[in-house]
């Protein structure tokens, strides 16, 4: 089974930068498209900001110009660069991606990871 691994989290003042990464991990799969969500208190989980195999992006109105997604294909990881931090950007953020199983070339998505805390002070 695919796993998820987020880090790079943390508490940081308002205008500042941090660096998110996702490791993906298991056996005979081939990730389609990777993706940054999050998830502030009381608040329901959204996109970020999402690449798919071809290196394309989508990113949310709210983040445009400030986070950038990229991925390493051979480490099988995500990164997410985010800077000039704002306060409502204070959330949980978690990655998940579009695995195909080589065996059964099924499409899923795997269980969600913990998720690493942001936290943004004003």
């Known amino acids: 089974q695919v796993q998820l691994v987020e880090s790079g989290g943390g508490l940081v003042q308002a205008g500042g930068s941090l660096r998110l990464s996702c490791a993906v991990s298991g056996s005979a799969f081939s990730i389609n498209a990777m993706g940054w969500y999050r998830q502030a208190p009381g608040k329901q989980r959204e996109l970020v900001a999402r690449i798919i195999v071809d290196g394309s992006t989508i990113y949310a109105d709210s983040v445009k110009g400030r986070f950038t997604i990229s991925r390493d294909n051979a480490k099988n990881t995500v990164y997410l660069q985010m800077n000039s931090l704002k306060p409502e950007d204070t959330a949980v953020y978690y990655c998940?991606?579009?695995?195909?199983?080589?065996?059964?070339?099924?499409?899923?998505?795997?269980?969600w990871g913990q998720g690493t805390q942001v936290t943004v002070s004003s």
């Open positions: 998940n991606v579009d695995v195909r199983d080589l065996l059964t070339s099924r499409v899923y998505s795997p269980t």
